[in-house]
């Protein structure tokens, strides 16, 4: 019993991770109808940036919410630069100009900070809470990190005015420009908080996973996960389902011998193939209906 509870304890804080990207994930898809394979990529990058702060002597919380700052400018940027100018472009222009982004993101960091694996500090401390083997005071931090902002962006997006006109601009840009919103605008900040998003994503898992080029490729398919069971047009069932994917990859892990730990990744690709198959639109989507 005290096994299982750690198990879906400890799913709960990676789950947690999966739920940011799952999110971040979501943001960008509600604004421009694709999925940003570069959303790991650029998660890594700004956990490296964090990491070159701390090193250059900042306290974690400045470098934490430094950060955050950075990321979503450059998400902004990224999207007037790049996809802007691509607004009307096919698909695979979509496509192509995000394995770019991948490719550059990695190599870049891996350029400028290498290859290397180095560690990364936490705030919280890697002990056991409270004297209990179940949880670590660094996973409770995790879970407890990932529910403020995700309040935080609740109330954003239901009580600003600025988060209303993301709404609309991302359900219905036409109905949006005729009442004055600036659904290019909603666009990038959209950009820019999915990057902000996915940088508190890295900085709480590197610690975990240890930090690298290629930490987020795990995450960001966990990520993938989430959002297609929860549904890409649903936020909260992003969340919901990133929270979802931990917990059950955590149990079959532990508990179905086929899987073990080395395949908990099949895990989430199943559940996206699962989903697909028998509610492509997410268990939290709806349907899209179009009137002829």
């Given at each position: ?23 971040a ?11 940003n ?12 940036i ?8 900042f306290?974690?919380?400045i ?10 400018v450059?998400?902004?940027v990224i999207?007037?630069?790049?996809f802007?100018?691509l ?7 979509h496509?192509?100009?995000?394995i ?7 190599s ?7 290859f ?31 529910l ?6 609740f ?20 109905s949006a ?15 820019g ?10 900085m709480l ?37 990133g ?15 086929v899987?073990?730990?080395?395949m908990?990744?099949?895990?989430a690709l199943?559940?996206i ?7 492509p ?10 009137r002829?």
């Amino acid at each position: 019993m005290e096994l299982f509870a750690h198990q879906i304890l400890s799913g709960l804080a990676t789950g947690g991770i999966y739920a940011c990207m799952a999110l971040a994930i979501v943001m960008i898809y509600q604004a421009i109808h694709h999925l940003n394979f570069a959303q790991g990529e650029m998660a890594m990058f700004s956990t490296f940036i964090a990491w070159q702060l701390i090193e250059w002597g900042f306290p974690y919380w400045i470098a934490f919410f430094l950060t955050i700052a950075i990321s979503f400018v450059g998400g902004v940027v990224i999207e007037r630069t790049v996809f802007k100018p691509l607004h009307r472009a096919p698909v695979l222009a979509h496509i192509v100009a995000f394995i770019a982004l991948f490719a550059i993101f990695n190599s870049l960091a891996g350029f400028i900070w290498d290859f290397t694996i180095k560690s990364f500090p936490t705030p919280f401390g890697q002990q056991s809470l409270f004297g209990s083997g179940l949880i670590s005071a660094h996973d409770t931090g995790m879970i407890v990190v990932t529910l403020v902002l995700l309040g935080l962006l609740f109330l954003f997006f239901r009580h600003t005015r600025i988060g209303l006109a993301m709404r609309a601009a991302a359900s219905n840009p036409d109905s949006a420009r005729l009442v004055g919103v600036r659904v290019g605008w909603m666009i990038a900040l959209g950009w820019g908080m999915a990057a902000a998003i996915g940088a508190v994503a890295g900085m709480l898992i590197a610690p975990v996973v240890f930090l690298e080029p290629n930490m987020m490729l795990a995450i960001l398919i966990y990520g993938f996960a989430g959002a297609v069971v929860g549904g890409l047009i649903s936020p909260g069932g992003a969340v919901i389902g990133g929270f979802a994917v931990g917990v059950v990859e955590n149990l079959a892990g532990t508990y179905v011998p086929v899987v073990g730990q080395e395949m908990k990744l099949t895990i989430a690709l199943a559940l996206i193939v699962a989903v697909l198959m028998f509610k492509p639109t997410g268990l939290f989507g709806a349907r899209l209906v179009t009137r002829v």
